[in-house]
């Protein structure tokens, strides 16, 4: 079965970083694209940004968030700097089979998806 699992969350104080990391199995990782989503109390879940041919961002992340996998650890890292207060979510790695240069946000196109790990952002 495919199983991905998330990792790094945690409280932190705005402005700061984290690094969130998702290690993946049961599937091809250099084949699937991996994305990640985040979902706030109350709000539905959203695209934060997803890696495959080329890397894509939310708008609202661009310059402050950064993509990187580790093909031979199966593993896709989100880094996330300069965290705002409005930013505390549940955080999920989600993975679609294919690379492809189209952007897919819909998180009902996406396949598979890990549990999530919990950000809080509080100073």
């Known amino acids: 079965q495919v199983r991905l699992v998330e990792s790094g969350g945690g409280l932190v104080q705005p402005g700061v970083s984290l690094r969130l990391s998702c290690a993946a199995s049961g599937l091809t990782f250099i084949t699937n694209t991996m994305g990640w989503f985040r979902q706030a109390p109350g709000k539905e879940r959203e695209f934060v940004g997803s890696s495959a041919i080329i890397y894509n961002y939310a708008d609202s992340v661009k310059g402050r968030f950064t993509i990187s996998r580790d093909n031979a650890k199966n593993t896709v890292y989100l880094q996330m700097n300069s965290l705002k207060p409005e930013e505390p979510a549940v955080y999920y790695c989600?993975?679609?089979?294919?690379?492809?240069?189209?952007?897919?946000?819909?998180?009902?196109?996406?396949?598979?998806w890990g549990q999530g790990t919990q950000v809080t952002v509080s100073s």
């Open positions: 989600a993975a679609r089979s294919g690379l492809s240069s189209v952007v897919v946000k819909d998180p009902g196109r996406w396949a598979y």
